[in-house]
């Protein structure tokens, strides 16, 4: 059953993330506004996650429609401000997968890079890097220091980075090859 939950949830992000317009006709709106209605259809997903953080067999089915909710959003309007946000929540909430698992990595990676280059003036744009750098920093399997150095790279070009925040990233690109260890100890 587990299987076939996360297999349902890859295809539904393969399918909800093809830049193709569909053919199906839309349904009725609510409201009369699309976009209004699909960005509550978006809180009334991650409303429901949230509630169901316990319930470990509805959690998979759970994730899969927030995530298509968020990417179906993003997609159809680009160039609405909550179109960043949806970007950002899906590349820092869980995926169901275990975090560092390869699959996992994927989903973060492909919808974090999409912010960063997208929407170079986000306001989540910092906070997604970070979290980039957290996944394969503490990544066994999966770590790349050529990934690190990008993102970190990214970090020490980004205006929001303070010069304390610079020394410590230059610090730690000298010693990139070693990981770093975040479990509490």
Sequence with gaps: MKKIAILLFVVTLVGCSND???????????????????????????D??????????????HYMTYFSKLTEFYTKFPKDPKADSCLFAICSTETGFPIGHAKHIAIQEQYGDTLILK??????????????????????????????????????????????????IESRLKTIDEPINFKKK
């Excluded at 409201?31 to 209004?36: A, H, L, Q």
């Excluded at 960005?39 to 009334?44: M, S």
């Design 48 to 61: 429901s996650l949230y509630s169901k953080k316990n319930a470990n067999k509805a959690k998979n089915i």
């Design 20 to 46: 193709q317009s569909s053919t199906k006709p839309t349904k009725k709106s609510k409201s009369g506004n699309v976009k209004v209605d699909l960005w509550n259809d978006v809180k009334d997903a991650e």
């Design 119 to 168: 929407y170079p003036k986000s306001k989540f744009r910092k906070m997604t890097i970070q979290n980039l750098i957290y996944m394969y920093d503490q990544s066994i399997k999966n770590r790349s220091t050529a990934k690190l150095n990008y993102y970190y790279k990214l970090l020490l070009a980004d205006s929001q980075t303070s010069l304390e925040e610079k020394k410590e």
